[in-house]
């Protein structure tokens, strides 16, 4: 078996005609470019061009997180100029509902009341009241109150005095039944308004205390 020499590449490259070869010498070099930018576009480029995109989607995210911070920040300086306008008052606050009970101040200022409009005490009665905060976990402040009732007698301008007392004072006091009285006589009516009365009401003095969370 005889073996016959294989043509080489250039042997096949020479059958092809001149004009063709002209032609594949000419394009040759775009086909090269064409080629090396598809490789750069999808090796190189496009990671490059992924990245970039993903680098403005964050400075955007980041932009629109520093507007929310900035009026967050507004607020807080509106809230402080309010805040600093009625420091100066804030005593005001406690004296209107107090952080415990404060049962001593309030008596202090019925009896004084009392004794401001020349009444006399019949009956003064208090539920049970916790002097004492408790600072346990698991508790949040929530408004609480005692229950105070009282018996008195006097005159009727007297009572009208201890009575517009009350409901002018800052703390907060709530009257849940008020009732007055007086002994029938066959005087006339301003006659009348000097004779001896007696009220009996039954209130309320709110305090923010502490509840156990129901969570």
């Known amino acids: 078996m005889i073996n016959l020499p294989k043509p080489s590449f250039r042997h096949y490259l020479s059958q092809v005609p001149a004009p063709v070869r002209e032609k594949s010498q000419k394009w040759a070099p775009t086909v090269a470019a064409l080629f090396l930018t598809t490789f750069f576009i999808i090796f190189a480029i496009r990671p490059t061009v992924i990245t970039i995109s993903e680098l403005l989607a964050e400075i955007k995210a980041r932009e629109e997180l520093n507007q929310k911070l900035g009026v967050k920040i507004d607020q807080i300086f509106a809230a402080q100029a309010l805040y600093n306008q009625v420091y100066d008052r804030l005593y005001l606050l406690d004296q209107t509902l107090p952080t415990n009970p404060d049962f001593a101040h ?78 029938k006589n066959n005087q006339d009516e301003e006659e009348s308004t000097n004779l001896p009365l007696t009220i009996s009401l039954n209130g309320k003095a709110f305090y923010l205390g502490y509840e156990q969370n129901k969570e």
Request: aromatic residues 8%.
């Open 106 to 183: 309030f008596s202090q200022t019925l009896e004084g009341n009392r004794l401001e409009t020349n009444l006399a005490l019949k009956t003064l009665n208090y539920s049970s009241i916790v002097l004492t905060e408790k600072k346990d976990q698991g508790l949040t402040k929530e408004s609480q109150s005692f229950i105070f009732s009282s018996g008195l007698a006097g005159n009727y301008p007297n009572l009208k005095t201890l009575l517009d007392n009350i409901f002018h004072q800052r703390r907060i006091v709530y009257i849940d039944n008020l009732k007055i009285s007086q002994t």
